[in-house]
């Protein structure tokens, strides 16, 4: 049904095939009236994986107040609440898929790819200059962070495509917090981290993630 409504609002004019798969959600990639790719990921709506793996990024976020006790519409607010991530960290400078709408459990947004095919991620195709790769990332963290108001809190090798030319564009953002949610500085210091132990496994010379957590924290509270 948010298919066609979609589809009726002139959003989306063609549907293909699922190009990825996970216990949450299907994207599959489309078409828009002007012949632009799409990717349209539609949330499960009957799945206990999503109350479990997701709780964390729930609690103490106000946005979801209320409806603990209503997965169908816990599902609907997640789905609001990527669409919204990804316009706040575009407006940021962060390269993210442009979210286009949203309709209930569906998101369509840019499709990173070409002709049905998803770029790779990170994890499958190095970039060929990691320095520079590893100093995108970290111009992205600290873009989220500090202007966005957001932390991505899953961030890691398997949310981070390498689309032509090697440019780096960060995906998944459904688990994004606000900077001011209870956990929001544990999930910064993991998502640090993990980026982190992903160059160094490259080679890269990352130095102390601690060094450039304290760097965007004392940032935030000076407000620079």
């Not at 293909?16 to 489309?30: D, F, L, R, T």
């Not at 960290?89 to 390269?95: D, P, S, T, Y």
């Not at 080679?203 to 924290?217: A, M, S």
Request: contains cysteine; positive net charge.
């Amino acid at each position: 049904m948010s298919i066609y409504r979609l589809m009726n609002r002139g959003v989306i004019s063609k549907l293909y095939g699922a190009v990825a798969s996970g216990k949450e959600a299907k994207v599959y990639w489309g078409k828009g009236p002007g012949g632009e790719d799409l990717a349209v990921k539609i949330f499960y709506v009957q799945t206990a994986s999503f109350r479990g793996g997701r709780l964390k990024y729930i609690l103490g976020d106000p946005r979801f107040e209320g409806l603990k006790g209503d997965f169908r519409k816990l599902v609907y607010a997640w789905c609001q609440k990527e669409y919204r991530n990804l316009a706040r960290a575009l407006e940021a400078g962060v390269r993210v898929p442009r979210p286009y709408a949203v309709e209930r459990n569906v998101l369509v947004m840019e499709f990173i790819g070409k002709d049905g095919v998803p770029a790779p991620l990170i994890k499958d195709k190095v970039p060929e200059d990691p320095v520079r790769a590893f100093s995108e990332v970290k111009e992205y963290l600290k873009r989220l962070y500090l202007y966005a108001k957001l932390v991505h809190a899953d961030l890691s090798e398997y949310n981070i495509l390498v689309d032509e030319g090697d440019r780096l564009v960060i995906i998944d953002l459904g688990s994004a917090v606000l900077s001011s949610h209870p956990q929001a500085v544990e999930f910064l210091r993991s998502d640090v981290r993990n980026i982190y132990r992903f160059f160094s496994g490259l080679g890269v010379e990352t130095g102390d993630p601690e060094d450039f957590l304290r760097e965007l924290l004392s940032r935030q509270l000076s407000g620079t």
